[in-house]
């Protein structure tokens, strides 16, 4: 290869054709992605320097991509962002995938989230936040509100606290390390907990796609049924919510109506669950009595 003219067209030609024999989605895509973070140019501009040529340094780097692409590493990972909401978020191996479904969650907790009033900020309780994607876009739309975030995983925080700084809501957020609501003052109320929470079934998770696999257990697995997290939440969640605060909740697709169960019987007003766009059961809410 190092004797070649590898010009942008023929690197993407090639690795195209090597993503779809090694059964990479979006092949094309994906290279695309790969060489734009090489070379630091968007997509749209690789396709006006075609005739470009690499150096030996810039064959290099997009070679040591795409073979770790191969083995079924997120392209996420490779890239070290992923674009969420309105905004670009830092991840890697440490956080899960941010992904497309949890933006309805955020659009949903923004929906239920009242104005300021009387020098009262609104206030944002973001459980298992990960890469901090649900609770800082929350703190980024919503100037007025203070936005807490919890995880148990250190290094979670560790990316969730980059991002922060990134967006500039640092001023705005609290991070804190813990299970839940366990860091979390016992006299703390909030008018929205928001969570996207493990909620794959243990017993599911070895035949999940190797790109996921590669993805934080920790952040994955909710027990045998996919719910034990989800159930501790929203046992919990009464106790620090204003009246009339929400439950907000990333679930899985098939676990629609015994999450809304869970809600009535914790006391929960107006509980629904509502689909995404693939028409799957994924956000449930509820509102705690005023």
Same mark, same amino acid.
């Given at each position: 290869m190092a004797d070649e003219l590898w010009t942008i067209q023929k690197l993407l030609v090639w690795t195209t054709g090597f993503f779809t024999r090694k059964g990479i989605d979006a092949p094309r895509r994906t290279a695309e992605i790969l060489l734009s973070h090489v070379l630091g140019m968007d997509r749209v501009r690789l396709y006006m320097e075609f005739e470009r040529p690499l150096d030996e340094a810039?064959? *290099? #780097?997009?070679?040591?991509?795409?073979?770790?692409?191969?083995?079924r590493e997120p392209t996420d990972y490779l890239t070290g962002s992923r674009p969420f909401h309105k905004y670009v978020f830092a991840v890697d191996a440490r956080v899960l995938v941010p992904r497309p479904e949890t933006e309805q969650l955020v659009e949903t907790a923004l929906s239920r989230l009242p104005k300021s009033g009387g020098g009262d900020a609104p206030r944002v309780l973001d459980l298992c936040t990960g890469s901090g994607c649900v609770g800082l876009t929350i703190a980024a739309e919503r100037p007025d509100a203070c936005v807490t975030l919890t995880d148990i995983s250190a290094d979670a925080l560790d990316v969730a606290r980059a991002n922060a700084q990134q967006l500039g809501v640092s001023g705005r957020t609290v991070l804190l390390q813990?299970?839940?609501?366990?860091?979390?003052?016992?006299? *703390? #109320?909030f008018d929205i907990v928001v969570s996207n929470p493990p909620y794959v079934r243990r017993g599911v998770i070895p035949t999940l796609e190797p790109e996921v696999q590669k993805e934080p257990v920790l952040a994955l697995d909710g027990g045998d049924d996919g719910l034990d997290l989800i159930r501790r939440i929203i046992a919990k969640a009464p106790q620090h919510l204003r009246p009339g605060g929400w439950l907000c909740l990333e679930i899985g697709d098939e676990q629609g109506r015994e999450v809304l169960a869970l809600l009535q019987?914790?006391?929960?007003?107006?509980?629904?669950?509502?689909?995404?766009f693939a028409g799957l059961d994924r956000i449930a809410s509820g509102r705690l009595p005023s």
């Open positions: 810039e064959r *290099a #780097r997009f070679k040591a991509l795409v073979q770790r692409r191969a083995a813990g299970d839940l609501f366990v860091p979390v003052s016992p006299n *703390a #109320r019987g914790a006391g929960f007003r107006d509980a629904a669950v509502s689909q995404d």
